[in-house]
């Protein structure tokens, strides 16, 4: 019999949460794990392990259909593994397999941590009720995800969209991917505040340096802190620019660390837009802060695993 309720995991450096989730993107149960992401790979997988025990000890797990994971990438969903760059334990982890062995053999859909928090804004958040949209973390990294024909469009491995290397610098500085100039090693959190320092920015008697830090400072209207955000919205606006002339979408929707600075980081970054975005069909093209906080990476692999097992029941098709 078909049912609604799907089980969620989301997998970064910090933390493995898992939730069931409803057809309406509640989230009914709740489990958490620090990630041990310095320890190797079977170490990772028995913290995974542990949130799943928590999930299955619960009474709703007997109508759970399908699993959902959003993990940090890059991910391989064509293959089922995956091989986060902050959890060195795992190169070409073949989580799939693994969750599907403790879970009997559960239904598990993989897609990438950005997919997943786009997969949630469309369906709950700032991107819902529009076809065609950009979702982006801005936080230690930069990544994204599409939604495309208002479907969710992961691409074959499950990291499409992944707009934090699109590289916007030609000659810029090289990237820890390989590339050289990308959108994330100019806008990420780290990088907006090593350029505040190397160009003169001091923190408070706090000593804080982050870039929460710098935005308070910009926000004080500290030249050099405002410079560093101006520098970062151009490099987002130009990526997002690239992707909305590419694929025609008409928003794009800014979360994570970075994009809770406001207006510091929202007003310079609509000025750049208006010089990138020129052609007539992505001027239109606006640009929101998101609106799923934390609970986002759960929320958006509940929507890819529910539309999945929706589409192997017949049922009615979430619009994530």
């Known amino acids: 019999m078909y049912t609604d309720l799907v089980a969620a995991l989301d997998i970064g ?3 493995i949460a898992g939730a069931l ?3 309406d993107g509640a989230i009914l149960v709740r489990a958490q794990r620090p990630t041990p992401a310095r320890e190797g790979g079977e170490t990772v997988m028995r ?5 799943l025990g928590d999930l299955t000890a619960s009474p709703p797990w007997n109508r759970v259909s399908a699993l959902g994971i959003g993990s940090a990438g890059p991910v391989d969903a064509s ?3 995956v091989s986060p760059v902050n959890i060195p334990g795992w190169r070409s982890y073949p989580l799939v397999e693994r969750v599907r062995a403790v879970t009997g053999g559960l239904p598990v859909e993989l897609i990438g941590d950005g997919v997943a928090i786009t997969a949630a804004e469309h369906w709950q958040g700032a991107a819902r009720g529009h076809d065609n949209a950009l979702c ?3 936080s230690t990294g930069v990544g994204g995800g599409l939604v495309l024909d208002g479907r969710l469009h992961p691409g074959p491995t499950g990291n499409a969209g992944h707009i934090g290397h699109i590289s916007v610098d030609l000659d810029g500085a090289s990237c820890p991917c390989g590339g050289r100039g990308c959108v994330e090693r100019i806008a990420s959190g780290p990088n907006i505040a090593r350029r505040a320092l190397a160009d003169g920015w001091r923190p408070g008697a706090d000593g804080d340096v982050s870039a929460a830090a710098v935005a308070a400072a910009a926000r004080a209207g500290d030249p050099v802190a405002v410079a560093s955000f101006r520098r970062a919205a151009q490099a987002l606006a130009a990526g997002i620019a690239a992707t909305a002339s590419l694929v025609e979408i008409d928003v794009a929707v800014i979360g994570g660390g970075v994009g809770k600075a406001g207006e510091v980081l ?3 970054l609509r000025e750049a837009l208006e010089h990138y975005a020129t052609l007539s069909f992505v001027r239109g093209l ?7 906080g934390t609970d986002a990476g759960l929320v958006g692999a509940a929507a890819a695993a529910l539309a999945r097992a929706q589409e192997r029941s017949g049922g009615p098709a979430v619009t994530a």
Request: charged share 15%; aromatic share 4%.
């Open 286 to 292: 606006s640009v929101v802060p998101a609106q799923m």
């Open 21 to 23: 989730v409803d057809g």
């Open 13 to 15: 450096g910090t933390k």
């Open 136 to 138: 982006m973390v801005v």
């Open 266 to 268: 929202f007003a310079p």
């Open 79 to 81: 293959a089922g593994t």
């Open 47 to 51: 913290a995974v392990e542990e949130v």
